[in-house]
């Protein structure tokens, strides 16, 4: 079974802290490393020309040092970047207030950008080019590779303009469904299109793609833009990781089936199970019966949230399954 695990960078604070963590992780039996170089405040975990590096980490540079000790114990590293959410720090923001995503009473966000603005799909492409010409890692993975809330900025409603003739606050689902679908697949077709940028790049350079994506498929489609199922067949990622984070077995066996199903021969999938996440804090037992139960579908593997989740007792169901 293929075992990866999210990792939140600032977590392990020091080169001793990486080194410790990724030897333990070895041990254990996982073989895919997912650190997370930038987080939802839009600050970078890595030594960036491009984006703001986080104060923590000016002096030295965490993810070559993953990238340094994981290559020493064989595991893949694949640089975790929330894509299209930001804080007022970023470089991004400083540079541009107007590319927060936009409510339908004219409120700006204090976390999504406007997923659809050129600007915003342009920064966050030149990140994943940054890290991929530059550090030897095995591949890239993409979470928040979604719109968010609906964006009603000036930019989306005058691309909407230009196509319906109407005006966003004008389009009702339930009223207008033809101009409601218009707009759904203009945001679905805009981030399919920045897996693709992101997934031609990395194959230029023989590197992977995995994604972090929403387990109800196929209703991700219309609230998040997230068509995953269309950027497997087209072969956009190698590792597709549904965040299938709940306490009930049941709902978690009916999910990964569904994926199962969806995913096919085209993708590798893993489960993301979460630990300790907003939508689950799974025990001893709640931990291995899902795992165990990943095994018994012959799914190939499992991606755990997160490192700072686990307690010392998970390793030894670790050692067991991985």
Request: glycine share 6%.
């Amino acid at each position: 079974m293929k075992a990866g695990i999210w990792i939140d960078t600032v977590h392990l604070g020091s080169v001793s802290g990486i080194e410790e963590a990724l030897k333990k992780l070895k041990d254990t039996g996982f073989s895919l490393i997912i650190p997370c170089v930038k987080d939802t405040d839009g600050l970078l975990d890595y030594h960036s020309k491009v984006g703001k590096i986080r104060d923590k980490f000016k002096n030295w540079d965490p993810l070559e040092k993953i990238c340094e000790f994981a290559s020493k114990l064989n595991l893949k590293v694949h640089p975790w970047l929330c894509v299209f959410t930001e804080g007022s720090s970023s470089k991004l923001i400083e540079k541009n207030q107007s590319l927060w995503l936009t409510d339908s009473e004219g409120k700006r966000d204090s976390r999504w950008v406007c997923a659809m603005n050129p600007e915003v799909q342009e920064y966050e492409y030149s990140l994943y080019e940054e890290i991929l010409e530059n550090y030897p890692v095995d591949g890239v993975h993409l979470d928040y590779i979604r719109t968010g809330p609906f964006c009603y900025c000036d930019y989306c409603n005058s691309r909407i303009k230009e196509k319906t003739g109407k005006s966003l606050f004008e389009i009702k689902p339930n009223e207008t469904g033809r101009d409601f679908e218009i707009w759904m697949k203009w945001r679905e077709k805009n981030i399919t299109e920045f897996v693709g940028k992101v997934s031609k790049k990395a194959k230029e350079l023989e590197k992977e793609v995995s994604a972090a994506v929403f387990r109800d498929y196929p209703s991700c489609v219309e609230s998040q833009g997230q068509n995953w199922k269309d950027w497997v067949e087209r072969k956009f990622v190698d590792y597709i990781i549904p965040m299938t984070y709940t306490n009930n077995l049941t709902l978690f066996k009916e999910y990964s089936k569904i994926h199962k199903m969806v995913t096919g021969d085209n993708a590798y999938l893993l489960e993301g199970i979460g630990r300790e996440s907003s939508m689950s804090n799974l025990d001893k037992k709640q931990l291995e019966e899902q795992i165990k139960s990943i095994k018994e579908m012959n799914i190939e593997g499992v991606v755990i949230y997160s490192y700072s989740g686990l307690q010392e007792s998970d390793f030894e169901i670790f050692k067991k399954y991985f």
